[in-house]
């Protein structure tokens, strides 16, 4: 009697984990509500730049055939193509590929969910934060669609890793590890570098452990199968060209050696942003609610969170059981550190806790909730066998919970407040439309600021002339 119970409950329980998996398609819809309500398909900041170099010749070979390319992302050529073919270059149908990445990485951490039984507390975490709206930069900017598909390409290669890790791998699922990272180069930018350095880390770390389900012999090969494309990119990057509006270059080492209080609140304000998007915590100084120095110590204390998820990681032998989490957390610790050496250069920190960074930071976030899920989920299970001391305590599973709950609200905090701010952003693409119907009427400088970039108006004027010329967004015929 009592094991037809545990059955009916585990079967129950297995039911509403499938149910999960309807998550990542309300989580979808929701953020494509958030586009629709929030923006208008018209063009401005990075598309002014795209528009002056590959259009309306979006297959040129002069574009095409340059030392650049993977830094231009080679995928977007034939989407550009289709796009501009079918859609007349529609902003919204970029929009709506990023939703495509975004839907496959939260699709496939709801995979490893359900495969990891974590609690409903956790899951309910994780979804908040992947379609809370601290993205809401690049959701609406279409021309970032690359970087969320790039995430959803980056998350099912550690699930294959995962599989492969745990003894469950499928068919060509050691294959797909060596396939991948070259994939990656068409999608993924200079996000590849945080990846790659990811997977070789952990990597480094099976042979360490000595892992007995994947071969010592194969992971200096898997090592090199992930370096060899990051070091294409790398040589790719060394021959582009960047615009930077700075007056004086400093490098990397005058930075961090003269300039101490810059970089270390830079860090601790990429951190705080984890819990409350920037707009929140400029919203907060603005009125008067915080002081920088309580966005330092946020930060300084998600440091803490992922220092000791770390220890909880290691000491309470969860690294045995699944390397998900640990993948996740080299990913977002790796990207705060290239974020910083990015922007560096601008010296103003608050660029750390930018919109557009969220979607980098977001792998770490992920690592320390799930993490932190599982402690609880094994205090739970302990708890359930009185025989069994429980190797969890109190203040552990409590420090958890804590956790969760504060990036839950966080999470809920800045969508509530970015939904506020949707009507606002959708009334300021409009008067977009307007400007650019009537763009003859406007100074230079004013055409810089409506549309969001500052590398000359007559590449702006430029740009609304080449599409007017072929019918193509707002000017479609």
């Not at 796009?83 to 699709?107: A, E, K, T």
């Not at 599973?397 to 990036?407: G, L, Q, Y």
């Amino acid at each position: 009697m009592v094991t037809k119970k545990k059955q009916d409950k585990m079967q129950m329980e297995n039911r509403i984990r499938d149910l999960w998996m309807l998550c990542p398609i309300l989580g979808t819809v929701f953020l494509l509500f958030y586009i629709k309500t929030a923006s208008e398909d018209i063009v401005y900041s990075d598309y002014i730049r795209l528009i002056n170099s590959y259009l309306p010749e979006t297959l040129s070979k002069d574009s095409f055939f340059v030392t650049d390319i993977l830094t231009r992302i080679p995928i977007t050529y034939p989407v550009r193509w289709i796009n501009v073919q079918f859609f007349r270059y529609s902003v919204d149908f970029d929009r709506v590929l990023g939703l495509l990445g975004i839907f496959i990485m939260m699709l496939i951490l709801c995979l490893y969910a359900k495969r990891e039984r974590l609690g409903y507390l956790s899951m309910a975490a994780l979804m908040l934060a992947g379609f809370s709206l601290n993205k809401w930069e690049l959701l609406i900017n279409g021309s970032g669609y690359p970087h969320f598909i790039s995430y959803g390409l980056f998350f099912y290669n550690y699930l294959v890793l995962e599989r492969v890790f745990t003894g469950t791998k499928e068919p060509r699922d050691e294959v797909k590890l060596f396939v991948l990272p070259y994939i990656a180069l068409l999608v993924a930018g200079p996000y590849i570098v945080q990846y790659c350095l990811s997977l070789m880390g952990a990597f480094l770390f099976i042979g360490l452990i000595k892992n007995r389900n994947v071969s010592v012999k194969r992971i200096p090969v898997y090592v090199l199968s992930s370096a060899i494309p990051m070091i294409l990119f790398l040589i790719s990057n060394s021959t582009a060209e960047y615009e930077h509006n700075v007056t004086e270059q400093l490098s990397l080492m005058q930075v961090l050696t003269g300039e101490t209080g810059f970089t270390v609140h830079f860090i601790l304000n990429g951190f705080a942003s984890e819990v409350l998007c920037g707009d929140t915590w400029e919203a907060m100084l603005n009125s008067g609610k915080v002081s920088y120095g309580v966005i330092y110590i946020t930060g300084a204390l998600v440091l803490f969170c992922y220092a000791y998820a770390l220890i909880l990681y290691f000491m309470k032998k969860i690294y045995k059981k699944t390397l998900f989490p640990l993948l996740l957390i080299m990913s977002g610790m790796v990207s705060h550190l290239l974020v910083f050496c990015s922007r560096y250069l601008y010296l103003v920190e608050t660029y750390a806790w930018q919109s557009r960074y969220s979607l980098q930071y977001l792998p770490g976030a992920f690592g320390i909730l799930i993490i932190y899920g599982i402690v609880i989920g094994r205090f739970c299970e302990e708890r359930k066998n009185v025989k069994q001391k429980s190797r969890f305590s109190s203040v552990s599973v409590c420090t958890a919970v804590t956790v969760i709950c504060v990036f839950m609200a966080g999470s809920f905090i800045t969508t509530k407040g970015e939904l506020q701010n949707a009507p606002y952003r959708k009334i300021y693409f409009q008067s977009m439309m307007d400007t650019a119907f009537h763009i003859d009427d406007y100074t230079d400088d004013e055409l810089n600021r409506i549309f969001e970039y500052n590398h000359g108006a007559g590449k702006v004027r430029a740009a609304f002339s080449v599409l007017k010329e072929n019918g193509l967004n707002i000017y479609r015929r």
